[in-house]
């Protein structure tokens, strides 16, 4: 069984920064891609950076020099810093992850609880 776990959110004012993480708990997996996705109020969820097992990133352009993701392969995490938030960057982020079975050849998707970030102006 395979489960993501966030942590990280919160409440931060304009200008703030917060770091959001994510570990991939399981055994015996193998992680190609993992990602951050946000959801804002009555708004459909966006990708807003992912990282590929090889290091090479994507990130919205919303988000583009204000947000960095970075993962540790050898400890199955990955985490987005958020600097010069915006009221605009509430929502509630998840962790996503493309992986498989090590011993499997299918790749399935597999998803965090969610955590929320508040931006206050």
């Known amino acids: 069984q395979v489960q993501l776990v966030e942590s990280g959110g919160g409440l931060v004012q304009a200008g703030g920064s917060l770091r959001l993480s994510c570990a991939v708990v399981?055994?015996?997996?193998?992680?190609?891609?993992m990602e951050w996705y946000r959801q804002a109020p009555g708004k459909q969820r966006e990708l807003v950076a992912g990282?590929?097992?090889?290091?090479?990133?994507n990130y919205a352009d919303s988000v583009q020099g204000r947000f960095i993701i970075s993962r540790d392969n050898a400890k199955n995490t990955v985490s987005l810093q958020m600097n010069s938030l915006k009221p605009e960057d509430t929502a509630v982020y998840y962790c996503?992850?493309?992986?498989?079975?090590?011993?499997?050849?299918?790749?399935?998707?597999?998803w965090g609880q969610g955590t929320l970030v508040t931006v206050s102006s």
């Open positions: 996503r992850a493309g992986l498989r079975l090590t011993s499997q050849p299918t790749y399935f998707e597999a």
């Open positions: 399981g055994s015996d997996i193998t992680i190609n891609i």
């Open positions: 990282e590929t097992s090889g290091g090479i990133t």
